[in-house]
């Protein structure tokens, strides 16, 4: 059963901690991504990696990071830097090619209590 | 700064009528364009892109890109309340990987 898969569903975390939240996909994409949504807003982009070992910062990186050691792994840190933290995390993927088409993770919901 | 604008709505349309929305982008080579549909508290889901001007239909739903007038629509024909939904415009600008999003725009279909 292919697709994306992100885990935990929902995430607390007290300020001051560095949470790690999980996308895994099995749709052999080359390409990954992580978006930040928050109440009433599009999609914002914070880091997106088109081959394994490599990474570019979004439009929103800062208290963020990434790895990408596996085609199919990519996680992301929301490091204690990140000042508003509590929205909805999406992953998504795509293969390379002409119409770059980008499919989504069911996200994880972030909370800072 | 590369935009996708979208009317917040929401748009309101009975059962069974036509529901047109629209996406305007700042970008004039943009290349790729998507619609995606997000119901309340999850994920987007593709509906369909389009790459080309004209028209694109796949079942009730019909793509149309005015590339001159830096647009894009989604018609939804036979409205249902199941389609009630926030729908997000996403255009490919600049090539690479990368799409930009709208704010997306929000369908209530009303019995």
């Known amino acids: 059963d292919g697709g994306i898969t992100q885990s935990p569903k929902y995430l607390f975390r007290k300020e001051g901690q560095n949470v790690t939240l999980s996308c895994e996909q099995n749709?052999?994409?080359?390409?990954m991504y992580w978006y930040r949504q928050d109440p009433g807003q599009g999609l914002r982009l914070i880091y997106y990696?088109?081959?394994?070992?490599?990474?570019q910062k979004g439009d929103i990186a800062e208290g963020y990071s990434v790895s990408r050691e596996k085609k199919e792994s990519f996680p992301l840190t929301v490091t204690s830097a990140q000042k508003n933290p509590t929205a909805f995390y999406l992953c998504?993927?795509?293969?390379?090619?002409?119409?770059?088409?980008?499919?989504f993770g069911p996200g994880t919901r972030l909370t800072v209590l | 700064q590369k935009e996708v604008e979208q009317n917040s709505g929401p748009l309101s349309v009975p059962e069974g009528a036509i529901a047109s929305l629209n996406c305007t982008y700042s970008?004039?080579?943009?290349?790729?364009f998507f619609w995606y549909r997000q119901y309340s508290g999850k994920s987007p889901e593709l509906i369909m892109f389009?790459?080309?001007?004209g028209d694109k239909e796949d079942g009730r739903f019909t793509a149309q890109l005015n590339k001159a007038s830096q647009y894009v629509s989604l018609l939804i024909r036979d409205s249902q309340p199941s389609d009630s939904a926030t729908y997000l415009c996403?255009?490919?600008?600049?090539?690479?990987?990368?799409?930009?999003f709208g704010t997306g725009t929000q369908l209530k279909v009303e019995l």
């Open positions: 996403a255009v490919n600008m600049g090539g690479g990987n990368k799409l930009t």
């Open positions: 970008d004039r080579g943009s290349q790729s």
């Open positions: 990696s088109q081959i394994v070992n490599d990474f």
């Open positions: 389009i790459y080309s001007n």
């Open positions: 749709l052999n994409h080359d390409a």
């Open positions: 998504a993927s795509s293969m390379q090619g002409i119409t770059d088409t980008q499919y």
